[in-house]
């Protein structure tokens, strides 16, 4: 049955990862690559939704295999290792692979009436991606529109400049790009986060609040998608900017759980147990956002300022007679200890946060697939 074919699956698979079903995606893009193995096609979506789940070794594996079989002739090969170079860093490589994959689809016999056309355009689209990630506003900016003089149905191209034009201060044109990009794929929770983030630019924090819970209702299960830790992550940062604090406290403890060497959320947590109060808990906090990013020691010495200064006048309102149970905070001379600054050697962040710690900039590669 054609259901069952290397054909079939392989739509299958960019049907599950288009609707945001990574685990059914993996699987059918894996059944397919077992039923031919020397099937090149559907292999840059499969090769980009490994990039998305972090999945370092499976993509290292899928695109030394391509390229190894197709270096001179299949654009997907050179896409699979533009995504592995970009998993580790390496952007500038990334765009070497996808500047090589833009001149083979340009010199390939197109293999059906779309299929060359579709495979330009993500090219270029991921070329803009990674262009932002190195800050070539520039670059990113003609790399999506060239990908959508190719194909204008391209959402990831409409959503990349949505996110150049929101970097920039610009709401009125990010909320445009992204309502085109949404117009084309309304079922997928990153494209419809994305309001939220216009919101938020605007300062209509209650509106982009609806958003966020909106999207994380559809976001119900840890891990079940990419954007459930981004989601949970900027509903918190809402929260505590309208000065909800426990119901902030409340969504940023499991999150912790989840992305455990994350700087953004202990950091954000320890402000908001301050505000609670809870200041043995806030210490604890920020010093653990210390040991995973030293660099931003200031950040955290400003934050442990605040903290020992509420404490310091909590204690005087209170006539100088706190109990010595209290939450009482260490000062600021914490970051004096050279216990602090031997722990703070471990800043290497984890899997499981690079995809929320860049994902303003970054996981729109989830979108990267032909509309096939």
Same mark, same amino acid.
């Given at each position: 049955?054609?259901?069952?074919?290397?054909?079939?699956?392989?739509?299958?698979?960019?049907?599950?990862?288009?609707?945001?079903?990574?685990?059914?995606?993996?699987?059918?893009?894996?059944?397919?690559?077992?039923?031919?193995?020397?099937?090149?096609?559907?292999?840059?979506?499969?090769?980009?939704?490994?990039?998305?789940?972090?999945?370092?070794?499976?993509?290292?594996?899928?695109?030394?295999?391509?390229?190894?079989?197709?270096?001179?002739?299949?654009?997907?090969?050179?896409?699979?290792?533009?995504?592995?170079?970009?998993?580790?860093?390496?952007?500038?490589?990334?765009?070497?692979?996808?500047?090589?994959?833009?001149?083979?689809? @340009?010199?390939?016999?197109?293999?059906?009436?779309?299929?060359?056309?579709?495979?330009?355009?993500?090219?270029?689209?991921?070329?803009?991606?990674?262009?932002?990630?190195?800050?070539?506003?520039? @670059?990113?900016?003609?790399?999506?529109?060239?990908?959508?003089?190719?194909?204008?149905?391209?959402?990831?191209?409409?959503?990349?400049?949505?996110?150049?034009?929101? @970097?920039?201060?610009?709401?009125?044109?990010?909320?445009?790009?992204?309502?085109?990009?949404?117009?084309?794929?309304?079922?997928?929770?990153?494209?419809?986060?994305?309001?939220?983030?216009?919101?938020?630019?605007?300062?209509?924090?209650?509106?982009?609040?609806?958003?966020?819970?909106?999207?994380?209702?559809?976001?119900?299960?840890?891990?079940?998608?990419?954007?459930?830790?981004?989601?949970?992550?900027?509903?918190? @940062?809402?929260?505590?900017?309208?000065?909800?604090?426990?119901?902030?406290?409340?969504?940023?403890?499991?999150?912790?759980?989840?992305?455990?060497?994350?700087?953004?959320?202990?950091?954000?947590?320890?402000?908001?147990?301050?505000?609670?109060?809870?200041?043995?808990?806030?210490?604890?906090?920020?010093?653990?956002?210390?040991?995973?990013?030293?660099?931003?020691?200031?950040?955290?010495?400003?934050?442990?300022?605040?903290?020992?200064?509420?404490?310091?006048?909590?204690?005087?309102?209170?006539?100088?007679?706190?109990?010595?149970?209290?939450?009482?905070?260490?000062?600021?001379?914490?970051?004096?200890?050279?216990?602090?600054?031997?722990?703070?050697?471990?800043?290497?962040?984890?899997?499981?946060?690079?995809?929320?710690?860049?994902?303003?900039?970054?996981?729109?590669?989830?979108?990267?697939?032909?509309?096939?």
């Amino acid at each position: 049955m054609q259901k069952n074919s290397a054909w079939g699956l392989g739509l299958l698979g960019r049907t599950c990862f288009e609707a945001g079903r990574y685990t059914e995606a993996q699987q059918a893009f894996a059944a397919s690559s077992a039923a031919a193995g020397y099937r090149v096609r559907d292999m840059d979506a499969y090769s980009t939704l490994l990039w998305h789940m972090r999945d370092e070794q499976g993509l290292a594996q899928l695109a030394a295999g391509l390229v190894a079989a197709g270096r001179t002739w299949s654009p997907e090969a050179w896409v699979a290792a533009a995504n592995s170079f970009s998993l580790d860093g390496d952007h500038r490589a990334a765009q070497r692979s996808l500047t090589r994959a833009v001149q083979l689809h @340009r010199g390939a016999v197109p293999r059906d009436a779309s299929g060359a056309a579709t495979g330009l355009a993500t090219a270029h689209a991921l070329l803009g991606h990674e262009s932002a990630a190195l800050d070539e506003a520039a @670059r990113a900016q003609q790399a999506f529109r060239t990908a959508l003089r190719i194909d204008e149905r391209h959402y990831s191209a409409w959503y990349g400049l949505g996110l150049g034009y929101l @970097r920039q201060g610009k709401p009125d044109l990010a909320e445009y790009h992204f309502a085109r990009a949404v117009a084309l794929n309304s079922q997928n929770p990153l494209l419809l986060q994305s309001a939220g983030a216009v919101h938020e630019l605007r300062g209509d924090y209650a509106r982009a609040l609806h958003v966020y819970e909106r999207v994380g209702g559809m976001l119900t299960a840890p891990r079940a998608h990419p954007a459930t830790s981004l989601v949970a992550f900027k509903r918190a @940062r809402v929260l505590v900017v309208l000065e909800r604090f426990g119901e902030a406290a409340a969504v940023l403890e499991p999150l912790l759980q989840l992305c455990p060497r994350e700087f953004n959320v202990p950091f954000l947590l320890g402000q908001t147990y301050t505000r609670l109060r809870r200041y043995r808990e806030a210490a604890a906090c920020l010093a653990r956002a210390l040991d995973i990013a030293p660099e931003h020691a200031q950040s955290v010495r400003e934050a442990f300022d605040a903290l020992y200064q509420q404490s310091a006048e909590e204690a005087v309102d209170d006539g100088g007679n706190m109990d010595p149970a209290d939450d009482t905070p260490p000062s600021s001379h914490y970051f004096d200890s050279p216990s602090v600054h031997a722990g703070a050697q471990h800043s290497g962040l984890s899997s499981d946060w690079r995809a929320l710690g860049s994902a303003d900039d970054r996981v729109e590669r989830a979108l990267d697939f032909d509309l096939q």
